[in-house]
C-alpha cells in the first residue's frame, strides 16, 4: 500500500514520485519490507552455501591425503626402502653426468636429469591432486609448505568476510547513485548505495533505497542500513585479525614443531660452530689422511663434549645401540674474502669454453678464455692456498639426532654475547681452569658458540664469509637506497598517472552540496577561476532542442555524463547523435589509461630486478633471509605503485598540509565521484590481480615446455641440453609479496568496495593451485626454506587492519556517500567537542575537516574507532616489548635457561624408523637417515659440492681449485684418542670410543668393499667392485686406499684362498665377514 503520510515533508513526498517513475512504479512504499528480507535470504543461503561448499571440500581433501599418507607410511616395506635408495642412486648419477658431459647431446640423460632436479618422488613426477600440503615441506621445507597453507587459510577468511558483506554488495548493486561512466564495478561500491536525486529536491545525505518488484516499489532510508553494513564489515575484520592472530602465534609454531618432528632433515644430525679461531699455529698440517690440523682438533673437541653429555646424563643405552660418539663430516667453511662467486664463475667460464671449443665456436671460446684468465690472474693474486685461508664457522654431522641436541644444550649459554664475554675474560685468569669446568668448553683458548643450523640448501656459501659488522653496515646503506629508489619509483609512477589524467576530460557532475561534490571545484570558485561546472539540477532541464542548436559542447558532455553510459548505450539515437564525442572522450580516455598501465608495469618490472639486486647484496646468510628481503622490498613497491598512486593523483590535500602542492587531483574526500573514478580503478586491477598471477605461472610453465620441445635439436652439447632442461627456480619471495600486496590493498579499500573480499578470496583459492602445479611440474627443487617468510609476511599482515580501520572510518563516515546517524550517550558529546575544535583550527566552517571527530562516533564507524584505538595500544605494547627484547631480553633469557635448563634442552625425539618387527627404533643413526634424506630431500650433506648452486660446476671448480671442505669423508676414529680432561667438581672425562683405527675409510664403505669383493673374486660376478665404487661416489683417495687390499684379493689362486683373504681383512678391521 503506498498510503500518503501527512508527516512526510513535501520535498519527500515529490522525490518519492520522482522515484516511482523512474522506476516504473505507480508509487514508492515506505511501510512494506519484503523485498528487503528476500534479498538478506538471498544473499545469506547462497553466501552461506558457497562457503560451507568450499570449505567442506578443502577439508574432504585435507582429510583423504592426510588418510593416504597415513596408510602409505603404515604399508612401508623393504622394497620402499630400496626405492628410496635408488632415488638417491638418480641424484649421484645425475650429478656425474652434469660433471662429466662430453659426447653428443643425449636426450634421455637430460629427461632424467630434469626429473633428478626437480621436485620428484623416486625419479617419478608428484601429482597435483595427490600431493598434500605435508609433502610440500619435503620438496621445499616447512616454508615452502606454509606459504600452501597460507594460501588456503587466508583464501577461506576472505571467503567468509566477502560472505559476511555481501548484504552491502546486493544493495549497492540495487541502487544508482554514483556517476555511470561505463565502469561497472562502480555500481558494487558504498558510493552507489541509494537511489539517484536527479530531479530531486530532496538532499542527499536524506536519500532512499529503492528496490522494484512486480508488485511494485519499497523503500526504506539509507541510513538504517548503514549501521549494519558497518557492524559487518566490523565483524569481517574482527574474523581476519583472528585468523592472523592464530596463524601468526599458533598455527605457524605449531606447523614447523610438527614438521620438524615428522620429517628427518640433515640439521636433525648437524650443529653449526662459529665464533672459532680464526688459525692457530700448525693449522695447515696435515696427518697421513691428508685432514688438516683444524678438522682434526675441533673434530675431538665435538666428540670429546658429546662424550662428556652422554656420560652426564646416564645414558648407558645409548652407547650400546649406537656406539661412540663420532663426527661424521666436518665442513670448513674458509674466509675467501668474498671471492667464493668469483671461483663459482671461473669454474662457469671453463665449462662455457669446453662446450664453445667442443662446439667448433672458436670465436666464443676464445673470448670465454680472456674473461677466465683475468679472473684466474686476479684470483692467485689476492688468495693465499685455501689451506693458509682463515676459518670462519664449521658445519659437523654427527652420528644421532641426541649427540646434536645434546652439543646445542652443553653449549646453551654460548648464544647469549654478554655470557660469551664473561667467560672470555674469565678464561685468562688462571684460577678459572680449577674452579669452573667452562674452560674445557674453548676450543684453542675461544668462547666457542654451537647451535642449530639451516638446511644444507638454505646456506648461501658465497656470503659466508662476509663479517657480521659488515653486513649490518652493507643492510644499513641498500635500506637507505632501497627507500630512495621506491620514492623514485613512485614519483615516476605518479607522473605518468597524472600525465595520463592531464589528457582525460575531467567529467564531474555535480550535486550542489558541499558534502557530496569534489573539494577541486569549490576551491576553484573560491579563488576566482570559473570554470565550467555541470549541475545536474541544471541538466535535467534541458530540452532535446537546446541540446542539438544551443548547447555548447560542456553543456552536451555534462547532459550526457548526468544521462549515464547505460541510459546512452540504450538509445541508439544518442549513441550516433548528441552523445556521440563524450563517448568518444571516454574510450580515448580508457586508451590513454590502459598506456599509463602499461608504463607502470615497465616501471615495476624495472625496479623490482633492482630491488632484487639490492637484496643479494645484503650478502645474508641463508636463502631465507634472502627471500625475506626480496619479499619486503618487492612488497612495498607494489602495494605503493598498485593501491596507493591512484589514490594519490586524483587525491586534493587539505589547506596548510605540507607538500599538498604536489597532489593535482580533484577528490578530497570519498564522494560518489571519487568511486567512479579511484574506486573503479583499483577494483579492475584486483580483479586482474585474481587471475593474472597464477594464470602467468602456468602459462610460462607450458611455454617453457613448448621452447624446450622446439630448441632441442639445436643444443650442439650435452652441457647446453642439460641446462635446457632445467626448470627454473620457484620463486617464493616474489609469491609472498604478491599476497601481501593483496591483502594490503584489499584491508585499505574493502570498507567501501566490499567486492575487494571476493576477488581476495579469489586469488588465494585460484593462486594456490597454479602456484601449486608450477612447483610441481615446473619449478627446480626449491632450497629448504624455514618458517621467516611466514612469520614476518603474517606479522606485517597485522598492520593491515589500522590502515583498514583509518580508511573505513574516512569512507563510512562520509556524511553524502554514507550517511549515518550519530550515536547518543558520551559518545555524541566527544563528537560534538571533537567538531568544535576542528573548526577552530581550521577556520572554516565546512569541508572535511570539520566532520573528522563525527566519522569517528557515527553507528557506522564508532566501533571502527574502538577497534583503532585497540590496535594502536597493541602495536605501543609490542613495540615497547620490542625495545625491551633488544636491550634485557638477552639477560631474561640467560635467567630463564638457569632456572629451567630441562625446559631449554627439550627436543624432539631422536627419530623413528620402522624395523624389519614394525616396532619403532628410538635412536635413529646416521647411516639410515642419510639414505632417507637422499631419497626425499637431497642432499644429504654440508659439502659445497652438493650443494645445488655449485654441484653442476663441481668438476670445472675442482680442476680450477679445491674445494672450501676438500677434506674427504673420513671416520672419526681417524683422530688421536682425546686426552683425560682437566679434573672438577664433575667428572668430564668422556667414554672412550672403541679403536677402528685399522679402517682406512669408514665402516659402513669397508663392509660394502668386502660384499663387493666377494661377489667379483668368488662369486664371479664381473666388475663388481668397480660398480660399488661408482655407485658409492667413492673419493679417489679412498680408492687409493682400498686398491691394495683388492690386489691381495686378486692375487688369490682360487676362489677359497679368495674367502680366506677377505676373512682376514675383515678380521684385521675389526668387522664382520661377508657370508
Not at 527 to 532: E, I, L
Not at 787 to 801: H, N
Request: hydrophobic fraction near 40%; proline fraction near 5%.
Amino acid at each position: 500500500m503506498c498510503d500518503a503520510d501527512p508527516s512526510r515533508s513535501p520535498e519527500l513526498e515529490a522525490s518519492l514520485g520522482i522515484w516511482a517513475l523512474q522506476n516504473d512504479c505507480s508509487c514508492v512504499d515506505l511501510n512494506s519490507d519484503t523485498q528487503f528480507k528476500q534479498i538478506w535470504i538471498f544473499c545469506i543461503t547462497c553466501a552461506g552455501l558457497v562457503c560451507l561448499s568450499i570449505t567442506l571440500v578443502i577439508l574432504w581433501t585435507e582429510m583423504g591425503k592426510q588418510k593416504s599418507d597415513n596408510d602409505e607410511e603404515e604399508g612401508a616395506t623393504e622394497k620402499d626402502a630400496v626405492n628410496r635408495k635408488s632415488a638417491a642412486e638418480v641424484t649421484k648419477e645425475m650429478e656425474e653426468a652434469v660433471e662429466d658431459a662430453e659426447d653428443e647431446p643425449n636426450l634421455n640423460k637430460a629427461l632424467e636429469h630434469l626429473r633428478n632436479t626437480s621436485p620428484t618422488k623416486n625419479g617419478k613426477w608428484r601429482p597435483i591432486w595427490g600431493t598434500s600440503i605435508n609433502e610440500l615441506s619435503d620438496i621445499g621445507g616447512v616454508g615452502t609448505e606454509l606459504y600452501f597453507r597460507f594460501l588456503k587459510r587466508l583464501g577461506l577468511c576472505f571467503l567468509y568476510m566477502a560472505a559476511l558483506t555481501c548484504i552491502s554488495v546486493a544493495f549497492n548493486v540495487a541502487s544508482d547513485f554514483a556517476p555511470d561512466n561505463g565502469q561497472a564495478l562502480t555500481k558494487t561500491t558504498i558510493g552507489n548505495v541509494g537511489a539517484s536525486v536527479t530531479g530531486s529536491t530532496l538532499s542527499p545525505n536524506e536519500r532512499f533505497i529503492i528496490l522494484k518488484s512486480t508488485s511494485g516499489c519499497e523503500g526504506t532510508p539509507v541510513t538504517t542500513m548503514t549501521k549494519i553494513i558497518g557492524w559487518l564489515d566490523f565483524v569481517a575484520i574482527v574474523l581476519f585479525i583472528a585468523t592472523l592472530a592464530w596463524w601468526r602465534f599458533v598455527a605457524v609454531p605449531s606447523i614447523a614443531k610438527q614438521a620438524d618432528e615428522d620429517d628427518t632433515t640433515v640439521k636433525d644430525f648437524s650443529v653449526e660452530i662459529d665464533k672459532l679461531p680464526r688459525h692457530f699455529d700448525g693449522m695447515e698440517e696435515t696427518n697421513d689422511d691428508d685432514i688438516n690440523n683444524y678438522e682434526t682438533e675441533l673434530t675431538q673437541h665435538l666428540e670429546e663434549r658429546m662424550a662428556y653429555m652422554r656420560k652426564l646424563h646416564k645414558n648407558p643405552t645409548m652407547l650400546e645401540a649406537t656406539g661412540p660418539p663420532k663426527v661424521r663430516e666436518l665442513v670448513l667453511v674458509r674466509d675467501f674474502n668474498g671471492k667464493l662467486e668469483t671461483k663459482r664463475t671461473k669454474a662457469t667460464l671453463a665449462q662455457d669454453v669446453k662446450i664453445a671449443t667442443y662446439c667448433k665456436d672458436l670465436k666464443t671460446a676464445a673470448k670465454k678464455q680472456k674473461k677466465l684468465d683475468k679472473i684466474t690472474i686476479r684470483l692467485e693474486k689476492k688468495l693465499k692456498p685455501e689451506e693458509e685461508l682463515h676459518v670462519v664457522r664449521a658445519f659437523a654431522i654427527v652420528n644421532t639426532q641426541q649427540d646434536a641436541q645434546n652439543l646445542i644444550m652443553d653449549y646453551r649459554f654460548s648464544t647469549y654475547s654478554l655470557i660469551r664475554l664473561i667467560q672470555q675474560c674469565l678464561g685468562h685468569i688462571g684460577t678459572f681452569e680449577c674452579c669452573c669446568p667452562q674452560r674445557q668448553r674453548f676450543f684453542h683458548g675461544r668462547a666457542i658458540r654451537i647451535q642449530q643450523p639451516p638446511e644444507p640448501t638454505n646456506i648461501i656459501w658465497e656470503n659466508q664469509d662476509v663479517p657480521f659488522k659488515w653486513r649490518m653496515l652493507r643492510k644499513g646503506v641498500i635500506n637507505l637506497i632501497f627507500v630512495l629508489i621506491v620514492i623514485i619509483s613512485f614519483v615516476l609512477v605518479y607522473a605518468a598517472n597524472a600525465g595520463a589524467k592531464s589528457n582525460m576530460k575531467s567529467n564531474n557532475q555535480l550535486l550542489g552540496t558541499e558534502s557530496c561534490d569534489p573539494v577541486v571545484t569549490q576551491m576553484s570558485a573560491a579563488a576566482g577561476d570559473q570554470p565550467y561546472l555541470c549541475y545536474i539540477s541544471n541538466a535535467t532541464e534541458w530540452s532535446d532542442a537546446y541540446l542539438e542548436t544551443n548547447a555548447t559542447k560542456d553543456e552536451i558532455g555534462c547532459w550526457c555524463g548526468t544521462m549515464g553510459y547505460q541510459k546512452i548505450m540504450n538509445n541508439p539515437g544518442l549513441i550516433t547523435g548528441v552523445c556521440s564525442e563524450w563517448l568518444t572522450a571516454i574510450a580515448k580516455g580508457a586508451g590513454i589509461g590502459a598506456l599509463a598501465t602499461s608504463i607502470v608495469v615497465i616501471i615495476n618490472m624495472s625496479v623490482k630486478s633492482l630491488l632484487l639486486w639490492l637484496a643479494e647484496e645484503e650478502k645474508p646468510l641463508s636463502e631465507s633471509e634472502l627471500n625475506s628481503s626480496k619479499m619486503t622490498k618487492i612488497w612495498a613497491l607494489q602495494t605503493l605503485n598498485t593501491g596507493f598512486v591512484i589514490f594519490c593523483v586524483n587525491f586534493h590535500p587539505p589547506p596548510g598540509m605540507p607538500f599538498g602542492f604536489i597532489f593535482l587531483g580533484e577528490y578530497g574526500d570519498s564522494v560518489r565521484g571519487w568511486y567512479a573514478v579511484v574506486g573503479a580503478a583499483v577494483l579492475s586491477n584486483m580483479l586482474a590481480n585474481a587471475v593474472v598471477p597464477g594464470s602467468t605461472a602456468v602459462v610460462g610453465m607450458l611455454v617453457k615446455k613448448l621452447t624446450r620441445s622446439k630448441s632441442t635439436k639445436k643444443q650442439k652439447h650435452q652441457f647446453q641440453l642439460l641446462r635446457l632442461y632445467e626448470n627454473p627456480p620457484f620463486d617464493i619471495a616474489a609469491k609472498f609479496a604478491q599476497l601481501l600486496t593483496t591483502v594490503f590493498v584489499t584491508m585499505t579499500y574493502s570498507a567501501g568496495m566490499p567486492l575487494l573480499n571476493l576477488f581476495a578470496a579469489g586469488y588465494m583459492l585460484f593462486t594456490y593451485w597454479c602456484h601449486k602445479t608450477e612447483l610441481l611440474w615446473g619449478s627446480k627443487r626449491p632450497p629448504a626454506i624455514d618458517t621467516t617468510m611466514a612469520l614476518d609476511s603474517s606479522q606485517y599482515m597485522l598492520y593491515s587492519v589500522a590502515l583498514h580501520c583509518a580508511f573505513g572510518i574516512w569512507m563510512l563516515g562520509q556524511p553524502c556517500t554514507f550517511p549515518s546517524n550519530p550515536v547518543g550517550g558520551s559518545l555524541a558529546s566527544f563528537s560534538s567537542s571533537a567538531m568544535t575544535k576542528a573548526s577552530a583550527a581550521s577556520g572554516t566552517g565546512g569541508g572535511m575537516e570539520n566532520t573528522f571527530g563525527a566519522r569517528l562516533t557515527k553507528e557506522s564507524t564508532w566501533m571502527i574507532f574502538a577497534l583503532l584505538l585497540v590496535c594502536i595500544g597493541l602495536w605501543s605494547i609490542w613495540t615497547v616489548l620490542w625495545i625491551l627484547g633488544g636491550t634485557v631480553g638477552e639477560l631474561f633469557g640467560c635467567v630463564r635457561i638457569c632456572l629451567c635448563p630441562r625446559r631449554s634442552s627439550q627436543v624432539k625425539p631422536a627419530g623413528h624408523d620402522a624395523d624389519s618387527d614394525g616396532e619403532v627404533d628410538a635412536l635413529l643413526v646416521w647411516d639410515k637417515a642419510k639414505q632417507q634424506i637422499e631419497a626425499i630431500c637431497p642432499p644429504a650433506s654440508y659439502k659445497i659440492s652438493q650443494h645445488p648452486r655449485f654441484r653442476s660446476v663441481s668438476k670445472a671448480f675442482n680442476r680450477a681449485s679445491t674445494w672450501p671442505n676438500k677434506s674427504p669423508q673420513r671416520s672419526a676414529n681417524a683422530t688421536p684418542e682425546p686426552p683425560e680432561p682437566a679434573t672438577s667438581s664433575v667428572d668430564e672425562s668422556p667414554v672412550k670410543s672403541v679403536s677402528e683405527s685399522a679402517l682406512p675409510v669408514e665402516k659402513d664403505v669397508a663392509v660394502g668393499f668386502l660384499g663387493a669383493l666377494k661377489e667379483e673374486y668368488v662369486d664371479k660376478v664381473e666388475t663388481a667392485v668397480g660398480n660399488f665404487f661408482d655407485k658409492a661416489s667413492m673419493s679417489g683417495a679412498d680408492q687409493e686406499k682400498l686398491n691394495p687390499f683388492e690386489d691381495t684379493v686378486r692375487n688369490c689362486g682360487s676362489p677359497e684362498d679368495a674367502t680366506q683373504a677377505i676373512k682376514d681383512i675383515a678380521s684385521k678391521w675389526g668387522v664382520a665377514a661377508p657370508s
